[in-house]
Nanobody, 115 residues
Framework: QVQLVESGGGLVQPGGSLRLSCTASGFTFSSYSMYWYRQAPGKERELVARIGTTDWINYADSVKGRFTISRDNAKNAVYLQMNSLKPEDTAVYYC?????????WGQGTQVTVSS
């Protein structure tokens, strides 16, 4: 059974940091590109960061220099280190795995940036 389980969300003050984790099972994790998306209330889901099987990395312009994506194939996990958080980073963050036509999603973890 394929599972992607996100964790690490929560409430943080502006300027603070959070580290999201996504743990995978039920598929060959190292063969999948991994993505972090987010969706704020009333807005469309947007790509935040992605890391490929050979560790190529891309970020949305809105998070460049503040967020860092990484993966640990030995632990079947992908991470999103989020620093200098802003209120506009508030959203549900989703983990996504993609290999050709195969795609899997986690259930999401809420990140709220507020004073």
């Amino acid at each position: 059974q394929v599972q992607l389980v996100e964790s690490g969300g929560g409430l943080v003050q502006p300027g603070g940091s959070l580290r999201l984790s996504c743990t995978a099972s039920g598929f060959t994790f190292s063969s999948y590109s991994m993505y972090w998306y987010r969706q704020a209330p009333g807005k469309e889901r947007e790509l935040v960061a992605r890391i490929g099987t050979t560790d190529w990395i891309n970020y949305a312009d809105s998070v460049k220099g503040r967020f860092t994506i990484s993966r640990d194939n030995a632990k079947n996990a992908v991470y999103l280190q989020m620093n200098s958080l802003k209120p506009e980073d508030t959203a549900v963050y989703y983990c996504n795995a993609v290999q050709f036509a195969n795609t899997y999603w986690g259930q999401g973890t809420q990140v709220t940036v507020s004073s």
